[in-house]
């Protein structure tokens, strides 16, 4: 690559996707679609066609399983799902079919149906208004792309192997397979004009760890190769040709974030308590089996909260059977001990769904058949949970949780439930064990009568993110109202306190496993309402740990004491972050 000489500093800002910071010359990679030409064909030679569509759809389906087989080596199962959709993509017969109908109908070159077709699908994506699904359209095009590479004969887009200093790419688009496939050992950041922190190759970047900022709008037409870049993939921000002294800035900063992980690390082992002694359990948030791994690597006690609906959506559009909910939860235990696995049961519904749960479309799905309501509406697929619950708490320490509680009969209902499925594994001479029923207290109707559910609950847990919209009446994926999503607002501490004081009463362990567990602000906040048990993302485990290692609970409680007295959720954030600061050592490396 060519190196240009420094030019004018340029700042750029993006969307911070994936941590850390990269120094390193620009490398603008060109667009991966090339210009597709309509070719007439004559009848007799669609056969032909159909035939060397068909070679080149095997073609990239081999490329993508390699891919796939390579990341869930390097990043594990959870991660190697991006590719396996796009393996799906190439298997739905109905797209295939179509392509192939349109090559003998005009009749037209492969190249050109395909392209035609895959048109109309990234239309329908580009349309979606929820971002997650708007970056599913990436996976589509980067199907496109590698079929057509096979279709003309092209190897693949970038060859980096002969690169022999740190670069950052710079792209327009950059789909998963580009991400996954990049040169490593040089390739040290990502800067691309689209996506965001939902898109599938966000996703990869994190997982491999590579720092990255997307939604950077035109930066691959302002960037030239050979530009100096500095990245920082928390913030978003990229600048471009750095001033020396500015170079210099990002230097000390890259080397103060390599220490503070080297002294994160070192935490690991550590308890997560007070300097007054009081003990608070750290425990992991997950969705996928192998990021049991990655809970215990950052110092989780546990898995706090597992969310077996991905369960359910990775089988869709068939709903798992009894052995594969035994199978998952039985690995989970293994892996788990000696700690806990807290299961919370089928929670789909609002911004999740499978092709088969539920059955229909509704217009306010946050506030429908969902949680702990779709289970005893659908009992038979409910039991079939429970059962492989109870099994594999014969191997482990499991818990169940049920979501979206919102009355006593719910909680009647399920408990009856489960001892119902436990009858029947008595009955068949199947191994199982007893599991404790826990309440997810996130409808404030449940938080306003926690002194009755606490009753006949073994268990709470505080589901802030959505005990927080519903209370706000916010929803946190609107831009026109995200900035009212206040985690410290009054009556979200006065709800907490509420749920906190009445498991105190009860004896009862509390856990919170919302966003604002993660929060190492929020999270000094919690311990001083009465919270002593915060799951959370793997990744935030270290730094929370690193907060409550530094204050007093007796200094929290003080803290929170003068919080519910404030009025507005600026007050309290305000507040909160300063006395948080000031109890922290000087040189705290404190992360907020």
């Known amino acids: 690559m060519t190196l240009r000489n420094q030019e004018t500093e340029e700042n750029l800002q993006g969307i911070g996707v994936s941590p850390g910071i990269a120094i390193g010359r620009a490398l603008v990679l060109e667009g991966r679609h090339v210009g597709v030409v309509r070719v007439d064909l004559e009848t007799s030679q669609t056969a032909r066609e159909v035939a060397r569509f068909r070679s080149a759809v095997r073609t990239a ?57 895959i048109g109309r699908y990234t239309e329908v994506f580009a349309q979606l208004a929820d971002a997650a699904q708007r970056d599913r359209g990436s996976d589509i095009e980067d199907v ?12 693949g887009r970038h060859d980096l192997a002969g690169l022999n200093e740190d670069v950052i790419v710079v792209s327009a688009s950059l789909a998963p397979s580009d991400a996954a496939g990049l040169n490593r050992d040089h390739v040290v950041g ?5 996506g965001g922190p939902t898109s599938h190759t966000a996703v990869i970047a994190s997982a491999l760890g590579v720092p990255a900022v997307a939604g950077l709008r035109d930066a691959s037409a302002r960037v030239r190769s050979g530009d100096l870049l500095a990245l ?72 706090g909260l597992y969310r077996s609906e991905f369960l359910y959506l990775g089988s869709a559009p068939a709903l798992p ?38 059955a229909r479309r509704e217009l306010s799905p946050a506030l429908g058949l969902r949680g702990v309501r779709l289970g005893l509406r659908r009992p038979e697929m409910f039991r079939v949970q429970l059962r492989g619950i109870l099994r594999a708490a014969a191997h482990g320490k499991v818990r169940i949780l049920l979501p979206m509680v919102g009355g006593l009969e719910e909680l009647r ?35 306003l009568i926690v002194d009755r559910l606490a009753r006949e609950a073994d268990f709470l847990s505080l589901g802030t993110n959505d005990l927080i919209q519903y209370t706000l009446a916010v929803d946190r994926g609107s831009e026109a109202v995200s900035y009212l999503y206040q985690p410290l607002h009054p009556a979200i501490l006065h709800l907490v306190r509420r749920v906190a004081d009445e498991a105190s009463r009860r004896g009862l362990r509390l856990s919170v496993c919302g966003e604002m567990a993660g929060d190492p602000v929020a ?17 935030a485990i270290p730094a929370v740990k690193q907060v409550i290692r530094g204050v007093t609970l007796r200094e929290a409680r003080a803290m929170m004491v003068e919080a519910l007295r404030l009025d507005t959720a600026g007050e309290v954030e305000e507040m909160v972050r300063r006395r948080v600061l000031s109890l922290l050592p000087t040189e705290f490396a404190c992360p907020i």
């Open 232 to 303: 920082d993939g928390s913030s978003g921000s990229v600048t471009r040709n750095p001033s020396e002294a500015d170079l210099e800035r990002w230097r000390e900063a890259a080397a103060r974030l390599a220490q503070r992980e080297r002294d994160l690390a070192a935490l690991r082992d550590q308890p997560a308590a007070t300097l007054d002694g009081a003990r608070i359990a750290l425990l992991a948030n997950i969705e996928f089996e192998d990021e049991t791994l990655a809970a215990r690597r950052h110092g989780a006690e546990g898995i």
């Open 523 to 539: 999270a000094v906040a919690l311990i001083g309402l009465g919270v002593t048990e915060l799951s959370m993302t793997p990744a």
């Open 144 to 155: 496109e792309a590698r079929v057509q590479a096979a279709l003309s004969g092209r190897k």
């Open 190 to 194: 990502l800067a691309i004009d689209g």
């Open 413 to 447: 209902q399920a408990r009856a439930a489960v001892a119902e499925a436990a009858r029947e594994l008595a009955r068949e001479g199947i191994p199982w064990s007893e599991v404790p029923l826990g309440v997810m207290i996130e409808v404030p109707a449940a938080a």
């Open 321 to 358: 059977d009894e052995q594969r909910h035994y199978a998952v939860y039985r690995g989970l235990a293994e892996r788990a001990r000696p700690h806990e696995v807290v299961i919370r049961t089928l929670d789909l519904g609002g911004e999740k769904e499978a092709a088969s749960v539920p």
């Open 61 to 117: 389906w081999r490329q993508i399983r390699e891919l796939r087989d390579r990341i869930r080596v390097e990043a594990g199962e959870a991660y190697a799902r991006v590719f396996q959709a796009q393996i799906l993509i190439l298997k739905d017969r109905a797209l295939l079919r179509e392509v192939e109908a349109l090559i003998r109908r005009d009749p037209v070159n492969a190249e050109w149906a395909l392209r035609t077709v």
